[in-house]
Each structure stands twice: as C-alpha cells, then as structure tokens.
C-alpha cells in the first residue's frame, strides 16, 4: 500500500517556486466559487506518520487559502465532555457547512489505528469500528460531502530522522513526544494496522491519498494539486448541476390490507382513579432509577416520541418530565430544519443534542422525519429515504455503545378518532394554536403515512432500540404504557 510513498520524491527549488504562484491562485478561486455557490462542503482528513508533515501541510493550506471559509481542527485526546458522548460527537460538531471547508488533523482515524497498534480491543472490535466509519463517510458523500482523504507516510529511517530534526530545533522540540517515540518503536505493527485500516476504508466515493512526506516542497505540491483536482472536478458538475443517479430497490409490494397499524387495538379501557394510582407509582419509579448512580455514572436516556398529528405526543412527554430533576433533561421539539442545518447532513442537528452521562434528552419527533415526511412529502428522494434506515440503525447503535438508552414510541390513533380531536381543538380558544393547515392536509395523505411507519417499524426496530407502539385513543392508557416501558427498559439495562 504505501511503496509508492517510500520511493523518496523530490522536488527542487525552481520548481516549486514556480508552481506555486498559479496554484495558489486557483485554489483560492475554486475555493470562492465553493463558498459562492453553497451546494456542497469539503472535508480534508490528514492522517499519517508522525513526523511526515502533517501539521506543516495543514498550515500551509491555511496560508494558500482564505483562512476565513476554513475550519480546521486538530483533535486530540477526547476532553471530559466528549467522552460522556459518542465516539463520533466531537466530530459530527466540527462539520463544514456547505460552502465551507473543513481540514480535521487526527480525525475519527486516529484512535482506533492506535488502539490496534496497542492491542487495546480486539481484531473484531477494530473491523467493527472500520465498518462504522465506511458507512459513516458513505453517508457523508451521499449528503454531498467532498471528501479528500491524505495519508502521510515516512519509511522507518525517515522517520527516526524527522523526529530527530525536530528535536533539535528548539522552535519544534516541543512537537516530539513520548508517545512518539513509543509508536516509532512498534512502526512495523504501525504500519500493518494502518495498511488494513486503509484498504478496509478506502472507496469509489472517499479513496485515500497516499503522500510521501519526506519532501516538503514534493509534499505541499501533491497535496495542492490533488486537493485542487478534486475541488475543480466537483466544482465541475456543480455548475452542469451533474448529479449521480441513485436508484433504489423497490419495497415489497402490498398483497393485502394487513398491517402493524391495523392490527392494533387502539382503544383500551383505563380509568381515572385506576390511571391516577398507576401513574403516582411509576412516576417515583422512573424518579428513583434516573437518579441511581448506576445509571447517572454509566448511561444517559434518549426519548424519541413519534406520532400522528393530535396522538397525544405532548401530553405523555409532560408526565414523563414530571418525574424528573429539571435539571438534568431537556426537550427537544424537532420542526422543518433551520438554513444553518439545511446546510449539513441531516443527522447533524440531532447529534448537537446527544444527553452526557445521567442526563435525559426528549425529542417531541427526530431523525425519523427522513423516512416518514421526507419521504412521503417528497423532500428527498427514493434513493436518500432508503439508505437512511441503515443510516439511523448505525445512529442508534452508536448511542447504545456509548451507554445511552434509546426508547422509541410511535402513539397511534385512527383517522376517526384524530378528526374528533382535531375538530375539539379548534372549539378550544386555548388550542386552537395546535391545529394547523397542514395538519388538515396531512389527513389526506393518510394511507401514505401508514405505509411509511410500517417500514419504518420493519427496518429500525432493533434489539438495542426497538419501537414500542402505543395504542393512544385512550389517553390514560397510553401515559401509563409510556412510563412502565421507560421504566422496564433501564431497569433491564442497569441489571
């Protein structure tokens, strides 16, 4: 994999000086027309060797580009914060815009490289992660991420000098560490790994870049040009507004009126006094396992409420925060998205809420917007819809890996029984704000929607966040079974 990077290119003074004036020039103007035309973002990973240029080349883009539309980041050991959350968290914040570009030093390739190189986990659990991540960037490239991936490589000799030339000046002695020095000293097992992660990760959409870095000027050219060649390129079927086409398989068809919905008793008999006791009992249920250290030290709790418009959402999220320390969740209620996350892949805005350790985060509908309005109401395409099942299981898995206890409630009722509730809330002066134009309009699309969340249902209920489906014509009935699910579910975790 890396031969071709250890053969020692050079390029002389002349030659460089040369080269660079007009490459400059043309990586700004691409980047202008980028920032002009806001229809995609690049992210650069730089990833390599220690010693081989990172660090410089990442300034040096800085230098040649206009510093104000690049984002970069150097990412080092997760602070506290960042390890209460997902592995990916920190970088799913630091994503472009589009119309920005972003160069991430030390990216969501570092850690698990190292963690092989140091036998941390197991072989299963590093292919695992590489699996993660090729989806992950996958997902990005699809949500129309420019992705250019640089991996610097130095051949051990090289190495050992860089290091040793580094030490020396006292300008960049602080650069060399000791951990440094620790993976020089296992740079065969270094290298291996990194080969694997590579190949393992390297695709038609993303591939890598391998950089000999034992040259600066050969260094900083290749990177420019190559980074210049993919910006151009998509710049390119920008402007022809060129998209690949994506198709998708169809779905089964529909052979009879059987479905998840359907076959639902969605009135079940629950008193008052009946529903009252319940609830006082599993209120102060839920109150004492959210505050158990168990579940404060090792988990956090997310709640998607998914419903059809007037199923009672509000009003079964209101007796679950009731029983909570105040501070200690918030609600997120999810509409149409904002310019700012139009402007980034469609998971982002649900990421920037992921609860820390001990903490609730309720989201009043989510990510499933994608396969439910999206895709009924056209917002996306066939091709986008389909993919993002996979996409949200692999979400939800990474929440459930870092300790954090989804639990999905879809609150169904039946068409007759949301007009009565639709008609009683506009005969109250006091609701009349919950019923909307669109919500008529959504009536029409009824059967749609029912075929929608069947899918849904089919393809994301999983063992570590499976859908619970609440029968929701009574009120009662349906906050109670609410409750003891978020109850039963972390009471079974913290076991």
Not at 24 to 29: G, S
Not at 279 to 300: C, D, K, V, Y
Request: glycine share 6%.
């Amino acid at each position: 994999m890396f031969e071709s990077a250890e053969l020692g290119h050079r390029t002389d003074k002349e030659e460089y000086e040369a080269a660079v004036p007009p490459l400059r020039m043309a990586l700004l103007d691409a980047q202008y027309e980028i920032l002009e035309l806001k229809q995609f973002a690049v992210v650069v990973l730089i990833n390599g060797i220690d010693g081989a240029g990172k660090g410089e080349t990442m300034n040096l883009l800085d230098e040649w580009m206009d510093s104000r539309h690049i984002e970069g980041w150097a990412f080092d050991q997760p602070t506290a914060e960042e390890s209460e959350r997902p592995f990916m968290w920190r970088f799913w914040r630091a994503l472009p815009p589009r119309g920005k570009i972003g160069v991430m030093f030390n990216n969501w390739y570092s850690q698990p490289i190292r963690d092989r190189v140091g036998r941390i986990g197991s072989k299963a659990r590093f292919e695992q992660r590489l699996g993660e991540i090729r989806r992950f960037e996958d997902m990005l490239t699809q949500e129309g991420v420019l992705l250019v991936k640089f991996w610097f490589h130095l051949p051990k000799s090289g190495q050992k000098k860089r290091l040793r030339e580094l030490e020396k000046d006292p300008r960049t002695r602080w650069r060399v560490t000791e951990r440094d020095w620790h993976f020089y000293r296992q740079y065969a097992r270094y290298r291996d790994v990194a080969a694997r992660a590579l190949r393992q990760t390297s695709t038609g959409n993303a591939p890598w870049m391998i950089v000999d870095g034992s040259d600066p000027r050969f260094r900083a050219l290749f990177v420019g040009r190559t980074l210049l060649a993919a910006l151009q390129k998509r710049l390119e079927a920008a402007r022809r507004k060129h998209a690949p086409r994506q198709l998708a398989p169809p779905l089964p068809p529909l052979i009879d009126r059987r479905n998840l919905l359907d076959s639902l008793v969605l009135r079940r008999e629950m008193g008052k006094k009946e529903y009252e006791e319940a609830l006082e009992s599993l209120q102060g249920r839920l109150a004492l396992l959210t505050r158990e250290a168990a579940f404060r030290s090792r988990h956090a709790l997310a709640l998607v409420f998914e419903g059809v418009d007037a199923a009672g959402k509000g009003g079964a999220i209101r007796r679950v925060t009731a029983a909570l320390d105040i501070r200690q969740y918030s609600v997120v209620p999810v509409s149409a998205p904002t310019e700012e996350e139009r402007a980034q892949p469609y998971l982002w805005r649900f990421w920037r809420h992921l609860p820390a350790r001990g903490k609730t985060v309720v989201f009043d509908r989510s990510w499933y917007g994608r396969v439910l309005v999206e895709r009924v109401e056209g917002f996306c395409s066939e091709a986008d819809w389909m993919r993002a099942y996979a996409e949200i299981n692999d979400f939800e898995d990474q929440l459930a890996d870092a300790g954090i206890i989804v639990i999905k409630f879809w609150l169904a009722i039946g068409k007759d029984e949301q007009l009565a509730r639709f008609e009683a809330r506009e005969a109250e002066p006091h609701k009349r704000f919950k019923i909307t134009a669109e919500d008529w309009r959504n009536r029409e699309k009824w059967d749609d929607y029912v075929r929608a969340v069947c899918d849904m249902v089919d393809r994301t209920s999983t063992e570590r966040a499976p859908w619970t489906l609440v029968e929701a014509e009574n009120k009662y009935f349906a906050r109670i079974k609410v409750l003891r699910t978020i109850c039963e579910r972390i009471e079974a975790e913290l076991a």
